[in-house]
């Protein structure tokens, strides 16, 4: 089992940047990748960004070039560096863990944190 717990949300002025952390616990060796969803009010819930253990980051077209994923050194935390935030963006923000395939597409067992509300308004 992994645990999954995220942080970093909020309200924010568009234009203005947020961090998200996502931080991994338990058997977090049993994973390859860590990822960022997002789900707006009526809206299907969308994938963000992914990052494997080897590096390799993939984003969604709408967020490319604003946001960022990364991960620590031990990798067991994920971030997600959020700039240039449009109201588009405002969403509960998920983490999820395990065995990405390919952008999209994971296999085995699902890991996800409870979720983070980032909201940007002026």
């Known amino acids: 089992q992994v645990q999954l717990l995220e942080s970093g949300g909020g309200l924010v002025q568009p234009g203005g940047s947020l961090r998200l952390s996502c931080v991994a616990s338990?058997?977090?060796?049993?994973?390859?990748?860590m990822g960022w969803y997002r789900q707006a009010p009526g809206k299907e819930r969308e994938l963000v960004a992914t990052v494997t253990h080897g590096g390799s980051t993939a984003y969604a077209e709408s967020v490319k070039g604003r946001f960022t994923i990364s991960t620590d050194g031990a990798k067991n935390t994920a971030y997600l560096q959020m700039n240039s935030l449009k109201p588009d963006d405002t969403a509960v923000y998920y983490c999820r863990a395990g065995n990405l395939i390919y952008w999209g597409t994971w296999s085995g067992m699902e890991y996800w944190g409870q979720g983070t509300q980032v909201t940007v308004s002026s």
């Open positions: 338990g058997n977090i060796f049993s994973i390859n990748a």
